[in-house]
């Protein structure tokens, strides 16, 4: 007789061609950096998602700092219970508009790059000129219209006012935007006759502060003095 043994082996596979799944799961309400705007003080802010794969496992994952032109740079999660998450000192990024791309792969290489999160770093004040009325400037009138222009290219400004300082009780009046050209018309006839200061007071949505900016003008509603030195009064000629 013949006798045979068959030996059986069986081999399990998966088939995964499934990307992880992404979701952006930030940590708390005030740690949400996705749309935000951030100033030279803000520091460090964590980038959080939460990644899980159905099938296999997630072997890395990257945030992917686009840092401007030909900056860019990586940095590897860390993971906590399928929460994966960076901290980085945004301060340092370039000063435009920002992305931060998450990359995460399995461990059989499907890869999901297809979630961003925008957000803007600026560190400079808004730039502002006065344009009318100029620096050293006289009035007698009773109203007197100040225009100021501010730029500011990377956020927008917030707040823009102008500080009075009147030599009695100082006050603050805010500015109207008109294609940013910002104005105001103030009543001088309440301001005492003398040297007044006017500074100029704006911040951007991220609270840099430019205040820098500062004219003087004088009140003036009296009429010269005038004495005759000679002939003296009743003198025959």
């Given at each position: ?12 596979i ?57 900056a ?45 999160i ?22 007698s ?13 990377v ?24 294609s ?17 200061t ?40």
């Amino acid at each position: 007789n013949n006798s045979f043994i068959l030996n059986s082996t069986f081999f399990n596979i998966t088939v995964d061609n499934t990307p992880p799944n992404v979701t952006f799961n930030f940590l708390n309400a005030n740690n949400s950096v996705d749309n935000s705007n951030f100033s030279l003080s803000t520091n460090n802010r964590t980038f959080n998602a939460s990644i899980f794969d159905a099938l296999t496992q997630v072997d890395t994952v990257y945030f992917w700092f686009d840092n401007g032109t030909s900056a860019d740079f990586n940095v590897t999660g860390t993971n906590r219970s399928g929460q994966w998450s960076v901290s980085y000192n945004v301060s340092t990024l370039a000063e435009e508009r920002q992305g931060v791309r998450i990359i995460a792969n399995d461990t059989v290489n499907n890869v999901n790059n297809t979630f961003v999160i925008n957000f803007t770093v600026d560190r400079t004040v808004p730039n502002l000129t006065f344009l009318t009325p100029t620096n050293g400037s006289n009035f007698s009138a009773r109203t007197q219209a100040f225009n100021i222009s501010i730029f500011e290219n990377v956020t927008q400004v917030q707040t823009a006012l102008l500080m009075f300082n009147t030599n009695a009780t100082p006050f603050n009046r805010s500015l109207i935007n008109s294609s940013g050209n910002w104005n105001t018309v103030v009543n001088l006839s309440t301001f005492p006759e003398g040297l007044h200061t006017v500074i100029a007071y704006v911040n951007d949505t991220v609270g840099n502060v430019n205040n820098t900016v500062n004219i003087s003008f004088t009140v003036d509603r009296s009429a010269p003095l005038v004495t005759p030195n000679s002939p003296s009064d009743g003198t025959i000629i």
